[in-house]
């Protein structure tokens, strides 16, 4: 079963806001929600993580849904350099590999 | 800066060949991992270890194995290479899986072909 649930691709404009949403309602009361990018040819790096507040940081702010079940990435204001697959991922805090398989993710297209 | 290296960008072996992929941590981080990407099936987790000589199965450990001598070196070992393992495998490291450091660190990946 998919621990989480995000859009095949999304499509946006350079300089707009993009919300990236992601379903996770199996997540356990533990379970930090982390959000991982992929640039073409790299390997992923790490975007932003949370639990259950929002957070900000130089990359993206996170928006987590108060029963937790769903957040949403957000790019206050999208490059070109963001285009990317971006996934997200419930951790669990205690360690062990739990949620350490990253799904298919939501390929980002950010139009000039 | 933590920096993850992968012995090899691009690898070419045949069919049945014994495969050492290596990768190196700089940060003395506890946990390694190895992954296998392919296209529409996102990283699967192959095996990861949180210590020196420890080693835990993932998701698709069938036809691999691991091996963690030093804290910092993480080897990735295909017995008897096939087709079916043509695929990008990433490493990572993070000091603490899952959790609030539980930041993954991934190498820039290695791109293994099996003819």
């Known amino acids: 079963d998919a621990k989480t649930t995000q859009p095949n691709s999304m499509e946006s404009n350079e300089e707009e806001p993009v919300h990236l949403p992601c379903n996770h309602s199996?997540?356990?009361?533990?379970?930090?929600i982390h959000w991982y990018r992929q640039l073409p040819s790299q390997g992923p790096e790490y975007v932003i993580h949370?639990?259950?507040s929002n957070v900000n940081n130089r990359m993206a702010s996170l928006a987590i849904a108060e029963d937790r079940k769903s957040s949403t990435l957000i790019l206050h204001r999208a490059t070109l350099r963001d285009a990317a697959v971006y996934y997200c991922?419930?951790?669990?805090?205690?360690?062990?590999?739990?949620?350490?398989?990253f799904g298919k993710g939501t390929h980002l297209i950010i139009q000039p | 800066d933590v920096k993850v290296t992968q012995s090899s960008r691009y690898l070419v072996k045949r069919t049945g060949e014994k495969v050492f992929l290596e990768c190196v941590q700089d940060m003395d981080h506890e946990n390694m991992f190895w992954y296998r990407q392919d296209p529409g099936l996102g990283l699967r987790l192959i095996y990861f270890s949180y210590d020196v000589k420890m080693k835990e199965k993932g998701d698709i450990p069938e036809g691999y194995s691991v091996s963690r001598e030093k804290k910092e070196r993480f080897s990735l070992i295909l017995e008897s290479a096939s087709t079916n393992q043509t695929s990008m495998y990433l490493c990572?490291?993070?000091?603490?899986?899952?959790?609030?450091?539980?930041?993954?660190?991934f190498g820039e990946g290695s791109r293994l072909t099996v003819l």
């Open positions: 949370g639990l259950t």
């Open positions: 199996t997540i356990s009361g533990t379970d930090y």
């Open positions: 991922i419930p951790m669990y805090s205690g360690g062990g590999a739990d949620g350490l398989t």
């Open positions: 990572a490291s993070s000091a603490l899986a899952g959790g609030p450091s539980g930041e993954l660190f």
